[in-house]
């Protein structure tokens, strides 16, 4: 009889561990991958604004000289990321691809422009910096017009700081439910053992005495969980940049945001878990031997 209350004491006390490490784990993950986000939240918006093009178009009268010294003055300007020349013959070629029919043949000219799809860095794709680079362009010779997408970059960098203070708050939410998730599972755990902790204290050992070994115990499943967050916020990262490259998310190339994270993790794994059990035993080591019932 005594045996089987035994196991039963031992797959108790397994299931609470595993509650705890399981906790621990799944809030770090969380937290984890939300601070990845905002580590990384510059460089994703960045990659986003990039994509936007700004199109110079040449009047049809501007020579091939002012084409390549255009082309020359864009290779030296550190705003800009990219750039493509589109002659008005390959401009053509695209809307007939796109049409599905030979427009040249119904108007017999070509209507288009040359021109260069230039891509600027992340930082300048906003209204003021833009439009500064719209107007110094437009005093080149041979440019007509530069045009670009006025309400797609307004609507981008609204979203962009609409989703970063969701996220950010998103974060601090979740850090305060972590807390106190882990505590209160934490706090499960040694009220298992609140009557190991009386006897121990009515024996004569000391606060001090009783309280290391269910911290060092506490510290011990506060870095096994954060392990596990840390291995599968890793697979993510992995997973994120297999699938969409483009965010430039490499863990291989940019590891120190990941670093940071998983430094931050195992830190706020051992602090929390720490903090909980001090607090959490000394609330049982002040409790008189009638109210542990």
Same mark, same amino acid.
């Not at 809030?27 to 960045?46: A, P, T």
């Given at each position: 009889?005594?045996?089987?209350?035994?196991?039963?004491?031992?797959?108790?006390?397994?299931?609470?561990?595993?509650?705890?490490?399981?906790?621990?784990?799944? /809030?770090?993950?969380?937290?984890?991958?939300?601070?990845?986000?905002?580590?990384?939240?510059?460089?994703?918006?960045?990659?986003?604004?990039?994509?936007?093009?700004?199109?110079?178009?040449?009047?049809?009268?501007?020579?091939?000289?002012?084409?390549?010294?255009?082309?020359?003055?864009?290779? !030296? =300007?550190? =705003?800009?990321?990219?750039?493509?020349?589109?002659?008005?013959?390959?401009?053509?070629?695209?809307?007939?691809?796109?049409?599905?029919?030979?427009?040249?043949?119904?108007?017999?000219?070509?209507?288009? !422009?040359?021109?260069?799809?230039? =891509?600027? !860095?992340?930082?300048?794709?906003?209204?003021?910096?833009?439009?500064?680079?719209?107007?110094?362009?437009?005093?080149?010779?041979?440019?007509?017009?530069?045009?670009?997408?006025?309400?797609?970059?307004?609507?981008?960098?609204?979203?962009?700081?609409?989703?970063?203070?969701?996220?950010?708050?998103?974060?601090? /939410?979740?850090?305060?439910?972590?807390?106190?998730?882990?505590?209160?599972?934490?706090?499960?755990?040694?009220?298992?053992?609140?009557?190991?902790?009386?006897?121990?204290?009515?024996?004569?050992?000391?606060?001090?005495?009783? $309280? $290391?070994?269910?911290?060092?115990?506490? +510290?011990?499943?506060?870095?096994?969980?954060?392990?596990?967050?840390?291995?599968?916020?890793?697979?993510?990262?992995?997973?994120?940049?297999?699938?969409?490259?483009?965010?430039?998310?490499?863990?291989?190339?940019?590891?120190?945001?990941?670093?940071?994270?998983?430094?931050?993790?195992?830190?706020?794994? +051992?602090?929390?878990?720490?903090?909980?059990?001090?607090?959490?035993?000394?609330?049982?080591?002040?409790?008189?031997?009638?109210?542990? =019932?």
């Amino acid at each position: 009889m005594a045996s089987s209350y035994e196991k039963y004491q031992k797959r108790k006390l397994i299931t609470s561990y595993f509650s705890v490490i399981f906790s621990i784990f799944l /809030v770090l993950f969380l937290l984890g991958s939300l601070g990845l986000f905002v580590i990384n939240s510059q460089k994703i918006s960045d990659n986003f604004r990039e994509t936007i093009p700004l199109t110079v178009f040449f009047d049809k009268k501007a020579t091939d000289k002012e084409v390549q010294s255009f082309d020359k003055k864009l290779q !030296q =300007y550190d =705003y800009i990321k990219s750039f493509v020349y589109v002659s008005k013959e390959d401009a053509a070629s695209q809307h007939q691809e796109d049409l599905g029919e030979n427009f040249l043949e119904f108007l017999g000219f070509n209507p288009l !422009q040359d021109s260069f799809d230039i =891509y600027l !860095q992340g930082d300048f794709v906003q209204k003021d910096s833009i439009q500064n680079i719209q107007e110094s362009f437009l005093e080149s010779k041979g440019v007509s017009e530069v045009s670009y997408d006025k309400e797609l970059v307004e609507l981008v960098n609204d979203n962009i700081k609409t989703i970063t203070k969701w996220v950010l708050i998103l974060t601090g /939410v979740l850090a305060v439910i972590s807390m106190l998730l882990i505590n209160s599972s934490l706090r499960l755990l040694i009220y298992s053992s609140r009557f190991t902790i009386k006897t121990m204290q009515m024996v004569g050992a000391t606060k001090k005495f009783i $309280r $290391r070994p269910f911290i060092l115990h506490s +510290i011990k499943l506060g870095i096994t969980g954060s392990l596990l967050a840390i291995i599968a916020l890793i697979g993510l990262c992995f997973y994120i940049d297999s699938k969409f490259p483009d965010l430039n998310i490499n863990p291989k190339e940019d590891y120190m945001p990941l670093i940071i994270v998983c430094s931050a993790l195992l830190l706020i794994g +051992i602090i929390i878990t720490t903090i909980s059990t001090f607090f959490a035993t000394q609330r049982f080591l002040n409790l008189k031997s009638d109210e542990l =019932y």
